[in-house]
């Protein structure tokens, strides 16, 4: 049962085989047993989340063509997703005590479907982080090795799901947060179109970046979750306002000529042979299955790490202002005038990355060096979503790795912030651009899961899913699970 | 260009975080060390192109000037470290 799809889980449920209460049950047992060892939660709750089960059991049992296929299954929220009556940390010392008295839209959402709230999932701080080294709460260990890191920001999520301690998990992602930790710990992983899945409720790090999507065992799972995440909610001023769309209506169609565009940029120096290995016997797989390749170019690329280091930074000094230990959150327990208080407050209450990118942020932002830092990385960003609506014309999806190394040991980066934001060199231009992306597993190396990354155009997640889908049709990596955590 | 210690002192109050003198340093080193590797943006020729803000071109919506909140000053005060009489309170700011 542990390892069954959303859609078997939904039948076992729709059929009365097992009961959403029983089906709770057996994944919050496995919670308890192995989250002391993991970290992938930091908040669990039996008593919450057998409730919603029983409810969901009552939806099930008065049926209707009403009822969502996802009503009854569990979930794990990524802890930047707020929750009535539940803490939302965000990872950080500044939230570790605050219940968030409203929903986020996405939270609301899977509510609605009849969806179990099991726990809300371990992160990097305020989701800046590619290792999860970052969280408050310790960092999460990777189940398929817990020398190493799940990857970053999701990564409690990542964890949680590959672990098997939860059918499917939300996440965020800004610069890589859902794709990269979905790599490292062998899961599928979709980044939406921006926009297309409301922020309301969503901690907001960059805004005109910020995403959330599913993390899910499958592109088939991912296709039903975002059925009920994405829509329009006038409370995000940024949702866009389209009709909606069955995400699983192309899943079955086959891969017969299909253009896949390999970007020169992102099969140079930088990855590892291991990973290269396992992205071209991938790209090879999809020749089988009826898809042609040809080489596309992205030529500013290895500008967007740099650009989204201004921009990032830039947004998050602004978001996190809010923070000053007067409406929520941490207040310094001894101060002295309302600047000293403040000044204190968040002193005590960010962590060392995250004070690092508000003072990033600050200084792109100030008076004399706005025009050279914040207003040449937006024409930057320009350029480099360009590339890639010239390279869409001879391609309608592009492949490539989705982080240059499987996952990394713990403390091999966190000492050179540079070099740990270089592990989102794949991610970051998909954000910059706004488009969609979804890591897959298409491999090992060094016995640790390989993710290949998949772009489309704007609103091309039906096309993504069905090429991710067709791919899992025909491997199983997608099925692997790390070893000593089966029942 | 590189940071100085009273750069990163004036960056630090303008952000309203608290740095203590003993890790000044080590805070301009590292806000040195990215600003570094940002450095390269300066060498593209971005003559003529348009700043580019969001990912999706989309204007604000504008909605009816009504009131579409209810009131939930409790619920929301109930979460603030002090509050008295429906007020936040902070130090004294006026005299």
């Not at chain 1, 989250?35 to 039996?46: K, Q």
């Not at chain 1, 982080?129 to 799940?150: I, M």
């Not at chain 1, 970046?209 to 592109?219: E, F, H, T, V, W």
Request: net charge negative; hydrophobic share 40%.
């Amino acid at each position: 049962m542990i390892n069954a799809s959303l859609k078997e889980l939904g039948a076992a449920l729709a059929q009365k085989r097992i009961s959403s209460v029983e089906l709770t049950t057996l994944f919050v047992d496995r919670i308890e047993k192995l989250n002391p060892t993991l970290n992938a939660f930091v908040t669990v709750d039996r008593d919450k989340a057998l409730a919603a089960a029983r409810a969901a059991d009552q939806k099930l049992g008065a049926g209707g063509t009403a009822l969502s296929p996802l009503c009854g299954i569990p979930l794990a929220h990524k802890d930047i997703f707020c929750t009535a009556g539940w803490r939302t940390t965000c990872g950080s010392k500044m939230l570790a005590n605050f219940v968030s008295p409203y929903d986020a839209h996405v939270v609301e959402r899977l509510n609605d479907a009849g969806m179990v709230l099991l726990g809300k999932c371990n992160m990097d701080e305020f989701a800046m982080g590619s290792s999860n080294e970052t969280s408050f709460f310790g960092p999460v260990k990777n189940p398929w090795n817990p020398a190493c890191v799940p990857g970053g920001s999701s990564g409690g999520s990542a964890a949680a799901v590959a672990a098997r301690l939860a059918p499917a998990a939300t996440g965020t992602d800004t610069g890589g947060s859902i794709r990269q930790p979905a790599a490292l710990c062998g899961l599928t992983g979709l980044k939406p179109t921006y926009g297309v899945v409301s922020r309301y409720g969503m901690i907001a790090f960059a805004s005109s970046l910020d995403q959330g999507g599913p993390m899910a065992k499958s592109a088939e799972d991912c296709a039903l979750l975002l059925n009920a995440m994405a829509g329009f909610d006038a409370r995000d001023s940024t949702s866009l306002e389209r009709p909606a769309e069955d995400y699983c209506r192309d899943l079955e169609k086959p891969l017969q000529g299909l253009r896949i565009g390999l970007p020169k940029e992102f099969f140079g120096e930088g990855m590892d042979a291991g990973v290269r290995a396992a992205v071209e016997a991938a790209i090879a797989e999809y020749r089988k299955l009826g898809a042609t390749t040809v080489e596309v170019s992205l030529p500013n690329s290895s500008l967007s790490v740099p650009a989204y280091y201004v921009i990032a930074p830039a947004e998050a000094s602004s978001n996190l202002s809010r923070f000053d230990g007067v409406r929520y959150g941490h207040r310094a327990a001894e101060y002295g005038d309302l600047n000293d208080m403040y000044a204190k407050s968040r002193a005590e209450g960010f962590g060392a990355e995250v004070k690092r990118r508000i003072l990033i942020g600050t200084y792109v932002l100030s008076h004399g060096y706005y025009d050279a830092y914040y207003l040449k990385a937006q024409k930057i960003r320009r350029l480099i979503a360009a590339d890639f609506q010239e390279a869409f014309k001879a391609c309608d999806v592009i492949m490539g790795p989705t982080a240059p190394s499987v996952a990394f040991k713990f403390g091999e980066k966190s000492a050179d912030p540079v070099q740990m934001y270089l592990s989102d060199i794949y991610t970051i231009a998909v954000n910059l651009a706004g488009l969609p992306g979804l890591s897959i597993p298409c491999g090992f190396d060094k016995q640790l899961p390989v993710g290949l990354q998949l772009i489309v155009p704007w609103f091309g997640e039906a096309k993504m899913l069905n090429a991710a889908h067709q791919f899992q049709l025909a491997t199983d990596w997608h099925r692997r699970m790390p070893a000593g955590l089966e029942a | 260009m590189s940071l100085s210690l009273d750069d990163v002192s004036r960056i630090a109050r303008l952000a309203r975080i608290e740095i203590s003198p003993a890790e000044t340093e080590h805070t301009r080193d590292q806000l040195n060390h990215i600003l570094a590797f940002v450095e390269q943006l300066q060498a593209v020729d971005t003559t003529g192109i348009e700043p580019m803000a969001h990912a999706v071109d989309v204007v604000q919506r504008l909605r009816p000037d009504a009131v579409t909140e209810a009131d939930r000053r409790d619920a929301f005060q109930a979460i603030a470290p002090e509050t008295e009489a429906g007020l936040y309170l902070v130090p004294r700011v006026v005299e």
